[in-house]
């Protein structure tokens, strides 16, 4: 049996080449049947017609309840079609708008509400849309951790949010990159003041606001009041949050995981290389499986191990030979990877 962490992705991880998704990996019709019947209740767009159209739209499947629900309903399709004969989940854990999936894949919220709780919240930050992100590596290309390249960049980041009228803070800590967010002078003195990198960064995220920072304080009063506390419950799995703490089924309230998830959820930086190192050093998983859409968030848990050091990994080389002899990661978004991990996908 191998011992596995789930991650579930955030906003951007739907594109051009995920539609479909749903069509060929979901696999259950009764309960996607479900999912739809709450779409419909809510008036949104059902998601059979976003993931089976013909092209990609960012107007309309890059809009936030439409982003989020195809997102959540990916991952929690992906979830279900582990091969649990073969697969043991210990734990939950997910990148930013990924949180509501993962509250859904351990139990601590029904897949209708979940759906609900993502759709909500994807479509109260665009209709707010406060701000923008972008996105900065600290690490080189062998994935070289350096710690004071990450400290200056935070300080230059902290040297603009004190200007007048500018607004910056970190957003994700995501693996070998920094998602910074703020308003657009905030940003723009960012972007002119460090070099641009080989990779184009750095590199501003079409149709993000200024997600986890004080700036969605408005959105956070919103949620809470359209999403109350009996949304949630008691969870199947433990969850790992964007701070790194662990939340073990039994040890804490709906109201807990109701203030956490619509509060500093919301407003305060998540820091996900900090939950994929708490996830492998309290889990000590044998895999960490990336469910999808796509295959981006693979990079940045892979980054992240390698800041914890896990089995002793260094760098890019490292992860490489370590994936090579004993296999650490599995991205659902990679068909190869896929097959290693589920039962088989719908005919």
């Known amino acids: 049996m191998t011992v596995a ?7 951007g991880s ?36 976003l993931d089976g159209a013909a092209r990609f739209s960012r107007r309309r499947h890059g809009r936030g309840e439409n982003a989020s629900a195809l997102i959540y ?25 990924g949180w509501y999936s993962a509250l859904a894949c351990a139990g601590a919220v029904t ?26 590596p600290w690490m080189d290309a062998d994935w070289t951790p350096d710690p004071s390249r990450k400290a200056a960049l935070l300080d230059l980041v902290a040297g603009i949010a004190a200007r007048p009228g500018h607004s910056l803070a970190l ?33 501003r995220l079409a149709g993000h606001a200024a997600f986890h920072t004080p700036l969605q304080a408005p959105v956070a009063a919103e949620g809470r009041a359209a999403l ?26 709906a109201a807990d995981l109701h203030a956490y998830t619509l509060g500093h959820q919301v407003t305060e930086p998540y820091d996900f290389t900090a939950a994929i190192r708490s996830a492998a050093r309290e889990f000590a998983p044998d895999l960490f499986i990336v469910a999808g859409p796509g295959a981006t968030l693979g990079g940045p848990v892979a980054q992240a191990l390698v800041c914890a050091r896990w089995r002793g990994m260094t760098g890019r080389a490292g992860f490489r030979a370590e994936q090579a002899r004993r296999p650490l990661l599995a991205a659902m978004g990679d068909p190869d990877q896929r097959r290693t991990v589920t039962r088989g996908d719908r005919p």
Do not use: K
């Not at 399709?77 to 854990?93: K, P, Q, S, W």
């Open 171 to 203: 957003s994700i800590d995501l693996g070998g990159y920094l998602v910074l967010a703020g308003n657009e002078t905030g940003l723009a003195a960012f972007a002119a003041a460090v070099p641009r990198s080989a990779g184009g960064h750095p590199l």
């Open 111 to 136: 897949p209708e509400d979940g759906l609900t709780i993502a759709a909500t919240m994807g479509g109260l930050l665009d209709r707010a849309m406060i701000g923008g992100q972008l996105v900065y």
């Open 73 to 97: 309903a990916a991952t929690l399709g992906d979830f279900l079609a582990l091969d649990r004969a073969r697969i043991e989940v210990a734990a939950v854990t997910g990148n930013s708008m």
């Open 14 to 49: 739907y594109g051009a080449e995920e539609l479909g998704w749903l069509g060929r990996h979901f696999p259950d019709a009764g309960l996607l049947a479900r999912l739809e019947a709450r779409r419909a209740a809510m008036g949104h767009e059902a998601l059979a017609d």
């Open 228 to 253: 109350g506390p009996a949304l949630f419950g008691r969870p199947r799995l433990p969850l790992v949050d964007g701070r790194g703490h662990v939340w073990w089924p039994g040890t804490f309230t």
């Open 5 to 11: 962490v789930l991650v579930c992705p955030g906003r």
